[in-house]
């Protein structure tokens, strides 16, 4: 009888996948201590009060909600700078542009975009956008800085989107007739739909996550104003910032940092669900 | 002109002349004149790469979307040449439709699918897309299979019907040409045969122009045969004619099998 089995090597075999294991579950580790450590410290300081007040010296109250206030109209302007000129973009790359120099010298500088550190949007928001078009430091200012620096990821994935269209709904439509931006509105877009959501879902965590380009022009401003154009005209920090100017103050304050890093974990674990949601949503539309 | 009936009647016929199709460098199409007779169906056959499915492109201007193409030559459809630059392409392809090799239903539902051309032309009313869509899906003899689920996405299908959903949605814009390109080349046996019934029922209000592969259903359903080979076409006649004495040596050894 011929022996068949080779003990040597199944040992090798198995050991390496002790290994590939053990880098695998370090990682969800890794991970699981530091959210709980995060939770721990942080989710003890979550109050109503916390959530639902100003800081003021006078009453004697600390509190998240101007940056919570600020967070929510700095994701709605960068949005609202950034998700039109993207798609549209998008388009005329995906759509319109018929390959040559110019789309290269745009898609590369796209990547350029993509590849800067946010510290240098921050530096240019600075020079332009506050002291050139003399916007102060505010979240106008904060926003148009972010518009750019969100920009390649929402031209990129909406371009990622539109290639996923089959060319045979275009030779479908253009053949019964449609004009190429009635087919881009009645079959690409709508079936795109999906992957630009997407984008926009990606968008908002870059949003939510972002410090270094925002101390700069949108600064760490704390106040409600009461009206909304003058919150948009003022200096108003993120959820980010105020972590980040209170991490670097003294004593408790470390905490209320550690508070709001758990507020903004939960919200990114939000973002993600979401996105999954949505892909699987996505996945499952294609195969009809 | 001298197709009679593209010159007079206006509807359906078709008038090539001197039609030379260049990519680039390389001509795919040399010097093509050839007469498409309304209410019948006019196959053209060859071998891959001969430049059949290309000269189809050219009847609707569906080349206009490839980079890099020239076009010289006439094709006068009505008894106008539509590479007038005047000719507006979508008022043309409007009344040239097209079925496509692979049956490309738009990701909606079947009503939406159908009233999508109609509705590119400005069609809005909600009865008047009712009777489009019904009288669409029963020309392309869908009608009684979908009539419960003309809501439902019309991916649901299987081939054979979403190719029929596709000639019944080229149907809705009120076409007097139907190009067809290799319509049945992706479906089984049965489905095919189906398509092949239709085709013959449709030759009685449009003109049927139809590429395929396939020996057999161009000489069980067209009128007339075109042999087409290198860019060049060979032999142009009454199939019957062709299939049973081809005048040209090389349209013999392909029908009979010898090279393809």
């Known amino acids: 009888m011929r022996d068949l089995t080779r003990r040597r090597h199944r040992v090798g075999e198995h050991l390496l996948q002790g290994v590939i294991y053990l880098c695998a579950f370090s990682t969800v580790a890794l991970v699981v201590a530091m959210v709980g450590y995060i939770f721990a410290r942080g989710l003890p300081s979550i109050s109503w009060e916390f959530l639902t007040s100003s800081p003021s010296v006078l009453k004697g109250t600390i509190g998240i909600l101007p940056n919570i206030v600020n967070t929510l109209l700095m994701i709605a302007t960068s949005l609202l700078f950034s998700v039109p000129v993207g798609i549209g973009a998008a388009i005329y790359l995906n759509e319109y542009a018929r390959g040559g120099r110019v789309v290269r010298l745009i898609e590369f500088t796209v990547e350029t975009l993509a590849g800067i550190p946010s510290i240098i949007y921050g530096l240019f928001g600075l020079m332009f956008f506050v002291t050139v078009l003399k916007l102060q430091t505010s979240i106008i200012a904060g926003s148009l800085t972010l518009m750019i620096m969100l920009l390649p990821t929402v031209i990129r994935t909406t371009q990622e989107a539109l290639k996923a269209v089959p060319d045979s709904f275009r030779e479908g439509a253009i053949g019964l007739g449609a004009t190429k931006w009635h087919t881009i509105k009645t079959v690409l877009l709508p079936t795109a739909k999906a992957g630009i959501i997407s984008s926009i879902i990606l968008s908002v965590g870059r949003i939510v996550g972002e410090s270094a380009a925002l101390i700069f022009t949108a600064g760490i401003g704390d106040k409600l104003t009461g009206g909304l154009f003058s919150q948009l005209a003022s200096s108003g920090g993120t959820l980010t910032v105020a972590l980040y100017t209170y991490a670097m103050g003294r004593g408790e304050s470390a905490d209320l940092a550690f508070a709001i890093a758990s507020i903004l974990v939960l919200l990114v674990l939000a973002i993600n669900a979401l996105t999954m949601a949505l892909g699987g949503a996505g996945r499952r539309e294609k195969k009809g | ?260």
């Open chain 2, 1 to 260: 002109m001298s197709n009679e009936a593209a010159r007079t009647g206006g509807l359906g016929g078709i008038s090539v002349r001197d039609l030379n199709l260049y990519y680039g460098e390389s001509q795919a199409l040399k010097n093509v004149n050839m007469d498409i007779y309304p209410n019948e169906i006019t196959a053209f056959i060859g071998p891959s790469g001969c430049g059949k499915s290309t000269f189809l492109k050219t009847l609707n201007r569906m080349n206009d979307l490839v980079d890099g193409v020239k076009i010289t030559g006439e094709v006068c459809i009505g008894g106008q040449n539509i590479y007038d630059p005047r000719v507006d392409v979508t008022l043309l392809r409007k009344a040239v439709g097209m079925v496509f090799q692979k049956p490309n239903p738009f990701p909606m539902s079947i009503y939406d699918n159908i009233a999508y051309g109609p509705r590119c032309h400005g069609i809005k009313g909600r009865r008047q897309l009712d009777a489009i869509v019904e009288e669409s899906l029963r020309g392309a003899a869908l009608w009684d299979e979908v009539k419960d689920r003309v809501k439902k996405s019309a991916m649901g299908l299987s081939g054979g019907q979403q190719q029929r959903l596709c000639i019944a949605r080229a149907l809705a814009v009120q076409p007097d040409i139907l190009l067809m390109d290799e319509p049945t080349s992706a479906l089984d046996p049965i489905s095919t045969m189906k398509i092949e019934e239709l085709m013959s029922s449709l030759k009685e209000r449009y003109t049927v122009v139809i590429v395929t592969h396939n020996m057999q259903q161009a000489s069980r359903i067209s009128d007339r045969t075109a042999f087409f080979l290198l860019g060049e076409m060979v032999e142009y006649g009454e199939t019957e004619q062709i299939f049973s004495m081809p005048r040209d040596k090389k349209t013999e050894e392909y029908i009979t099998g010898r090279f393809g």
